[in-house]
Every structure is written in structure tokens, then in C-alpha cells.
């Protein structure tokens, strides 16, 4: 099920490449990631001073890149990625905001400062469909129903 | 004890190396074989990596020590990720298993014995380099808490300012480094000390040394107390020389120790030399029959290297003892004999001397000038530590969240900057309420010709016809006479009236105004936070806080008056070179476009004592070039990291501060970027929208400064002088310690 094997990726990497864009130009930055454990959502934060915040501001569609070289840089035909595609919001101070910055603070609990700063705006993404690559060709979908 | 994981007797024969660290290996060797060694137990390096799993701080330590290349970290930011690793080990939860294990272990000694709490790393000493003092130790602590908050503090120091600055050497490393701690009832006897089986300085392999001290042996492992010296002969046992100690209200003249002690001390040492297999350096307390080991550790053998800073570095580590020592020489005696001088030399008339009585002035005046550099060095800025120790105890009593609350104690203090800026800003009122006045400093300041051909006398004279313009010259002068005959950057401040006006002018009519803090609220905010150290230590311990509070203050406001009164001194040593250059330009000595520097004292000297020796030549002055720009052809920083040092986000474009020269170009709303601020440039903080500097640290100027004012700093980034250009465009976001480069393509609405 390619439901396990995003589990386990997710469970394995703690970074990502955001993909965003803006006027036609996309543009790739990494964050550290968490992902909810239904997989159905993800959550980053970035400062507002950057091109990424921009870019999310203006355009909600996101894809987010996971991959495995770490683990399995010599043999390519190891390498396992998903990219994940859905649509960005930003987490407002009030009911679920608290709730989002501890999944990641409890992921990276050296961002706990980062997170809190006035100047870093936290970012929540619905997920919408994975898709699962191994061997660079071979690639599975899984869509999420939402309910 | 023995099958717990976490901890283990000093009397259990599992003790090694990697298990318990070295210091505690070698004692329980010792108390095995019979040496009289305190019984105590050892909180294991398993513990620690427990201790780590558990609350994830390695990620803490990965992300402070990967802030920026270590190389680039000079000591105030070492000191700085030092305390923020101190505070997060301090707030964390010990495990609770391994709390148990040592609370149990507590009680076993009892839980009213006073025990010392000492660091044991694996691998620390060794007969190639002895890393002793760089961890930390407590002395009488008592009670299962305390333990505890020491054992983590103990575990903290493996990551001490001391330890980074020998990062390499200890090969310290986030992911493998480990710590035990060594838990000992505390021995006090009438005399302690230390015991070399050979001489560490001239490795003659037959003379000992041994120092003693009364009391326990803290005060001659810290410096504070200077103890008896005896260099001995391991052979025959005798005394190859003695020196006595010099201590305050000490009677007893007579040796702290008898032949027949010294003899049983060097008994000690050879029987720990035959038993470990090295001769040993030994740390020892009591006589007789009530002689205990403290500690035994190979004698280092590895030569100074003479260039090395660290040690002088480790000097300055603050204590208090030296603190009120320094304290009391630094106010009472140095920085007002430093005043007297300044006002002295300031009011010699220089013109009037003869050229011989010209040169003994150059001379005096530089001789005192390098006097009192030594004295800056070796009293003032281990003076400035006072408020490092007033961190360190107020996170130690607190526990604050944000391990800096203690710098809001410093506000408010009453220092020379202070006053100059309070006057500077009552001038710049004057030029706000009369636009007569604004106009003559519009004319000065526009005026053509260099600012050294400004013609003041000319301009003065026509200020007392203006309204307020009398005032505003009597003020003027005071400025320039009491707080500017200083020298920045081999110049006199005073000689350069147009870039006050500039800056007085700028103040005049800057857009945004410093943000006003209702005095009343500074001190509310002061007695508050006063307050939440003294209930944080308790009624018995209310007299100790507020010593090391009263030390910290006076550091910190003498820390900046001594820059300026070394500044001052250094300005009349230039005004005297002035005159004599000006005298010798006049006779055709030297020759006319000449720039006379304080590195010119020696040739003006022998010109003016010489006369007719060949003409003098010395470099004409020169605008300094620019500095090339670190950055390469196409490319463009654009996220420049440092240090959150002050919060706040602000966009302005940058203007770079290298030197004296730039003073007068600074203008409000703009980004001063800078070196460092020093004591002679912090009147245009108020004028900034964000302060930028190389330098680092959460306690230098520019950062309290900044904090004062609220406005955005970032400090520590890494060659930003030779980055970032006048005029362009950035946002300092303070909070997170970045500074973008370019348009602001942000939204600064975060809500």
C-alpha cells in the first residue's frame, strides 16, 4: 500500500522541498517538515521576510518533495521519494495554531524558539495526493478522500 | 548501586574509564588501594546519554555550535551559547529514573551531608594536556534537589565557554561527547592544596612542588587565594626553597605547613605515582592522618604555546572574591586617577612649551597611554565579566525562560555615554525649536570645503545673534570640551565640529522618534525583575544577590566609561603631536600635507629635539579607500544570518560605519552597519531603524543599546562590513537574527 510506504518515509525524513510559485516561475526551498499522523496534513514555518512566505502568500498551491538519498545515496535504484501535492494555508494565532506548533516543535524541538518568533509565520498544508516513486520510474498515486 | 545503570559506588570494582570518566576512575583506584579518598558515588556517562535521549537538547547543542563556523565565534558568542546551553540543560526534567537512582544514592551519603558535585569526562587528562577547570564543580551542596540541579549544570559545562574554546582538543562533538559526575561528601580541614611529583615548569623529575592554602582548596584552585609555595626534593626530602602566600588579614606568618606534612605529602605522591603508574599532580585537603586525595591526574607535560589567547582567556572567568577585589580598585581608585589624568592633560596649555618640554610631553603622554592600555587589559575587562556573573547566578537562582532577562537589571545606569547623549539630544531640541538655528547648521554642515577647513571660529561668532543660538554655543562647547575630546580611529572627535552638527541635525529632524520608555516603568520593570532574583535565592542569600548585582552594575557602566577615558587620554597625546606637527610644518621640518598619528611620536620627538637634523617626511593623509567587496561578480547575498540580539523587524537602507570619517554621513531611519558600535558612536543608535554587527554577543554595546532603544538588532555576521553597500535596501529582522538583502518582498503585517 503506498499508504505504509509514505508512513514510513514521513516517519524517516524529517525535511522536505517545498515547491512554490509565483508569475509562471516556480521556486524550491527546504523546511523541516511534520506530517500528521492520517497523513492527511502537513505543517512548516518559514520567516516572513523570505521569498518562500511571498510566494505562499500569493498562491496556495504547494507541492512538497521527500526523498531518501540520505539513506540510500551510492545505489539509485534504492532511492524512494514522494511528492506530495496540496494547498497552503497560514495558521493564524488562535484555535488550531497551538495544535499545529507542537507537532512540529515536537518533530524539531530545536525550533521550539523559531517558532514562536513574531517574524515566522507558521504554515499548514491540506494534503491533497502523494505520489510515491521508486527505482526514479516507477510511480504510484494515492489520492485523499476527504470526507 | 552496583547493577544500577545510572549510578555506581565509588567502592564497586566496576569503575572505568568510560563508564564513570577519568577523574572518578583514578579516586575509586585509589580508595581500592587504600588511599584515604571521601567516600561518594558516580552518576554515570549512561545517565547523560539518557538524560540526552530524553529531552533531544544534543539538537539543542547541534543547532547553537552550527550557528555559524566555529572559527568565526569570538569569545563573547562562545560565552553567549555557553549560557543558552546552560539555561535549556538547566529548565530540563533529569529522567526520572535516573533522578530516582541518584536521590537514592543521596540518601545513602545523607541527605544533610554536604557533598561537592564535580564534572568527570572521559578521556579529560591525560600526560599530553590537562583540560582541569574547564567543567564546572559545586562545593557544599546539600539535599536531593540540589544534587540534582548541580549534576545538571555539571552535565551542562561539558559544553562551557572554557570547553568550546578548546572544541578541537577535546574533539567535542554534539553526537558522542558524554559526561559523569562525581558526587563526593565534602572534606573541610584546616589545609588543603596541591602536590606536583614534579616541577611542571622546569620537569626537573627530582624536585616536587607543593602549594597549600587555609581552608578547603577551592580558593587556590580558582585563584583566589595565593597560596604557600615549596619547591622540594623528592630525594632527600628537604626544602629547596619556600615562598609565603600573600593574603589578606592573614596573622599567621609562620608556613601553613610543617616538614613532617610536607613529608607525608610526598609519600602520597609517590604512592600514587608507583600505584597509577605516572607521576601525578594531586589535589589534597588535610594533615596527618586526616590527609584525603581530592584528585590525582597525570602532570601535563605539553608546552604553552605562547601565542595561544585561551589561556589568558580562561583568566578572566568571573569570581567573585576577584570581582569585588577588581570592583573596589577599578571605582575607587583606577577610573577616578584615569578622570583626574584626562582633566589634566586636557588642560595643559601645549602651545606654550619649548620644543624640548614638547617632546617630554609626547613621551609622557605616550607612556601613559600605554600604561593604561596594560591597565584596560588586565583590570578593566576582567572587571567587565561582573556582568557574566550576574548571568550566570541570576539563571542559576531563576531559571528564566529566556536566559537574558537578567540585562533588564542593567538598565538606566548613569555612564558618560549616557550624559553625552542626554546633551546631544538637548541640542538637537534647540535646533528644533529655532529655525534660525537649523538654518546656520544646514550652511555649516553644507558647506563646500573639507570639514577640516571648516572655518568654526567664523560660524560660532554669528550664533549668539540667533535665537537660542547663545545657549545652543555654550552647550555646544561643553560637548565637544567634556564628552568629545576623544579619539576614535587615530582621530580627535573634537576636531571634527561639522559631523556633530550633522548628527545633532539629524536627531533634529528624525522621522521617527526613540521609542519613550515612561521612566516610571524602566524602574517598576528593574524592581521586578530585582525582585524575582531575590525571592528566587531566599531571605539568607538577599545580601549575596545584591553584592553581585552592585558588582554587575558598576562593571557594566565602568566597561563603557573606561573606553572612553583610555579614548580620552589617547586624544591629548594626539593634541600634543598636533602642535608639534603643526610647529615643525611651520619651520619647513616636516612636511605640509604630513599626517601626524600616535604612530609618529618617535620621529616628531627627534625632530623637535633635533632641529637640524634632515627634514622630517611622514605620509600625507588620504581619504582611506573603500575596502574591496567580498562579493564576486554576479553575485549578491541575500539572507545574511547572525544573532536575534535585540527583537524587532525594520527595513532601511544600509549606511556602513567603518571609521570617524562615516560619523557625519549617518541618517535617520537608516541601518548602521558596523564593525562593532563603540563607546564613541552610540549617539547615533537613536537615529537607526536596525543596528547590524560583525561582531557578536548578547552583552556588547550595540546589543544593549539597541534593546534599550527598541530597535531590531543582529550582531555576529560574518564579514557584513564588507558585504552589505551604502544605500541598499535590507530588513533586520531581530527576532530571528536575519538580515535581508534587497526590496522588501515581505508582508509585515504577521497577524
Redesign the interface.
Known amino acids: 500500500m503506498v499508504r505504509n510506504l509514505v508512513a514510513r518515509l514521513v516517519r524517516e525524513q524529517h525535511y522536505a522541498v517545498l515547491c512554490t510559485q509565483g508569475e509562471g516561475q516556480p521556486y524550491g526551498s527546504l523546511v523541516a517538515l511534520a506530517v500528521s499522523d492520517d497523513l492527511r496534513s502537513a505543517v512548516f514555518a518559514t520567516p516572513i521576510t523570505t521569498r518562500k512566505y511571498r510566494l505562499l502568500c500569493d498562491c496556495d498551491h504547494v507541492a512538497l518533495v521527500i526523498d531518501s538519498r540520505s539513506h540510500s545515496s551510492v545505489d539509485m535504484m534504492q532511492i524512494e521519494a514522494i511528492t506530495a501535492t496540496g494547498r497552503a494555508r497560514q495558521v493564524s494565532p488562535g484555535a488550531d495554531y497551538e495544535q499545529e506548533a507542537n507537532l512540529l516543535v515536537a518533530r524539531h524541538p530545536q525550533l521550539k524558539l523559531f517558532v514562536v518568533s513574531p517574524t515566522t509565520a507558521l504554515f499548514h498544508v491540506d494534503i491533497i495526493r502523494y505520489f510515491h516513486v521508486t527505482r526514479f520510474q516507477e510511480v504510484r498515486q494515492w489520492t485523499l478522500t476527504r470526507g | 548501586m552496583d547493577s544500577d545503570p545510572w549510578v555506581i559506588s565509588l567502592d564497586a570494582a566496576s569503575c572505568d574509564d568510560q563508564r564513570i570518566g577519568g577523574k572518578a576512575a583514578q579516586l575509586a583506584r585509589l580508595r581500592r588501594a587504600g588511599f584515604r579518598i571521601a567516600p561518594g558515588f558516580c552518576v554515570t556517562v549512561a545517565a547523560y546519554e539518557q538524560f540526552l535521549r530524553d529531552t533531544?537538547l544534543q539538537?539543542?547543542v547541534?543547532?547553537e555550535l552550527g550557528r555559524k563556523p566555529f572559527g568565526e565565534l569570538r569569545w563573547e558568542e562562545l560565552w553567549d551559547t555557553a549560557l543558552r546551553i546552560r539555561n535549556r540543560f538547566s529548565v530540563a526534567n533529569v529522567p526520572l529514573a535516573v533522578a530516582q537512582s541518584i536521590c537514592r544514592a543521596v540518601r545513602l551519603l545523607g541527605t544533610h551531608t554536604p557533598v561537592a558535585v564535580r564534572s568527570s569526562a572521559p578521556g579529560e587528562d591525560s600526560a599530553q594536556r590537562s583540560f582541569a577547570g574547564l567543567h564546572e564543580s559545586f562545593l557544599h551542596v546539600v539535599g536531593e534537589e540540589a544534587v540534582l540541579e548541580s549534576v545538571r549544570l555539571v552535565w551542562a559545562s561539558l559544553w562551557s565557554d572554557a570547553a568550546l574554546l578548546y572544541r578541537q582538543e577535546l574533539a567535542l562533538d554534539p553526537l558522542t561527547s558524554r559526561m559523569a559526575v562525581l558526587i563526593q561528601e565534602m572534606r573541610t580541614e584546616d589545609r588543603s592544596g596541591v602536590a606536583f611529583g614534579r616541577d611542571p615548569r622546569t620537569d626537573e623529575n627530582d624536585r616536587a612542588v607543593i602549594e597549600a592554602v587555609p581552608g578547603p582548596c577551592s580558593g587556590l584552585v580558582d585563584g583566589s587565594v595565593d597560596p604557600d609555595h615549596w619547591l622540594m626534593s623528592r630525594a632527600t626530602r628537604q626544602v629547596v626553597s619556600f615562598r609565603s602566600g600573600r593574603r589578606e588579614n592573614d596573622e599567621q606568618a609562620a608556613p601553613l605547613l610543617q616538614q613532617s606534612d610536607l613529608e607525608s605529602l610526598l609519600v602520597v605522591v609517590d604512592q600514587v605515582e608507583s600505584r597509577l603508574g605516572w607521576c601525578p599532580d594531586v589535589e589534597w585537603t588535610g594533615r596527618a592522618n586526616r590527609l584525603t586525595v581530592l584528585q590525582a591526574r597525570p602532570i601535563t607535560r605539553a608546552r604553552q604555546d605562547p601565542n595561544d589567547k585561551r589561556p589568558w582567556y580562561l583568566t578572566l572567568r568571573p569570581n567573585k572574591q576577584r570581582l569585588r577585589q577588581l570592583g573596589q580598585r577599578v571605582a575607587e581608585q583606577l577610573i577616578p586617577e584615569l578622570r583626574e589624568l584626562g582633566d589634566r592633560l586636557a588642560a595643559e596649555d601645549v602651545e606654550s612649551l619649548d620644543d624640548a618640554q614638547l617632546a617630554d610631553c609626547i613621551q609622557t603622554r605616550q607612556s601613559l597611554l600605554e600604561h593604561w592600555k596594560r591597565v584596560y587589559w588586565d583590570e578593566f575587562i576582567p572587571f567587565a565579566h561582573g556582568v557574566r556573573y550576574l548571568g550566570m547566578y541570576y539563571n542559576d537562582a531563576v531559571h528564566p525562560q529566556d536566559p537574558y532577562d537578567f540585562v533588564g537589571l542593567l538598565r538606566g545606569e548613569d555612564m558618560l555615554a549616557s550624559q553625552r547623549n542626554q546633551l546631544l539630544r538637548a541640542l538637537a531640541q534647540q535646533v528644533q525649536e529655532s529655525a534660525a538655528l537649523q538654518r546656520a547648521l544646514q550652511q555649516a554642515v553644507h558647506e563646500p570645503e573639507p570639514a577640516n577647513d571648516f572655518k568654526w571660529d567664523a560660524w560660532a561668532s554669528q550664533l549668539p545673534a540667533l535665537a537660542g543660538g547663545r545657549q545652543f554655543l555654550t552647550n555646544f562647547q561643553t560637548l565637544l570640551r567634556q564628552f568629545m575630546d576623544v579619539a576614535f580611529g587615530g582621530l580627535r572627535l573634537s576636531d571634527k565640529p561639522t559631523t556633530l552638527l550633522r548628527n545633532i541635525l539629524e536627531l533634529a529632524s528624525q522621522m521617527r522618534p526613540p521609542v519613550a520608555h515612561a521612566a516610571s516603568e524602566d524602574e517598576e520593570a528593574i524592581r521586578s525583575l530585582e525582585q524575582r532574583l531575590l525571592d528566587a535565592v531566599g531571605a539568607a542569600r538577599h545580601a549575596e544577590a545584591r553584592e553581585v548585582l552592585r558588582l554587575a552594575r558598576l562593571s557594566w557602566q565602568l566597561r563603557d566609561d573606561d573606553n572612553l577615558l583610555v579614548a580620552r587620554l589617547e586624544s591629548q597625546l594626539l593634541r600634543a603631536l598636533q602642535a608639534a606637527g603643526n610647529r615643525l610644518k611651520a619651520v619647513g621640518t616636516l612636511n605640509a600635507d604630513a599626517e601626524v598619528g600616535t604612530e609618529a611620536v618617535a620621529p616628531i620627538r627627534a625632530a623637535l629635539r633635533e632641529p637640524a637634523q634632515t627634514p622630517l617626511s611622514l605620509l600625507a593623509f588620504k581619504p582611506a579607500n573603500p575596502r574591496p567587496t567580498l562579493r564576486a561578480p554576479g553575485e549578491v547575498p541575500r539572507?545574511l544570518v547572525g544573532q536575534p540580539a535585540a527583537?524587532g523587524?525594520a527595513t532601511g537602507n544600509v549606511r556602513v560605519i567603518r571609521g570617524p570619517q562615516d560619523l557625519g554621513n549617518f541618517h535617520a531611519g537608516e541601518v548602521l552597519v558596523c564593525d562593532a558600535i563603540q563607546p564613541m558612536m552610540t549617539h547615533l543608535v537613536p537615529l537607526a531603524a536596525a543596528v547590524v554587527e560583525r561582531r557578536g554577543g548578547m552583552l556588547i554595546h550595540g546589543a544593549i543599546i539597541a534593546r534599550e532603544l527598541g530597535i531590531p538588532c543582529v550582531n555576529g555576521v560574518a564579514n557584513v562590513v564588507d558585504l552589505l553597500q551604502d544605500g541598499e535596501g535590507v530588513?533586520v529582522?531581530g527576532?530571528?537574527g536575519?538580515v535581508?538583502v534587497g526590496a522588501?518582498?515581505?508582508?509585515?503585517e504577521?497577524?
Open positions: 533531544q539538537l539543542v547541534q543547532m539572507q527583537h523587524l530588513t529582522d527576532y530571528l536575519i535581508t522588501a518582498e515581505f508582508r509585515l504577521t497577524g
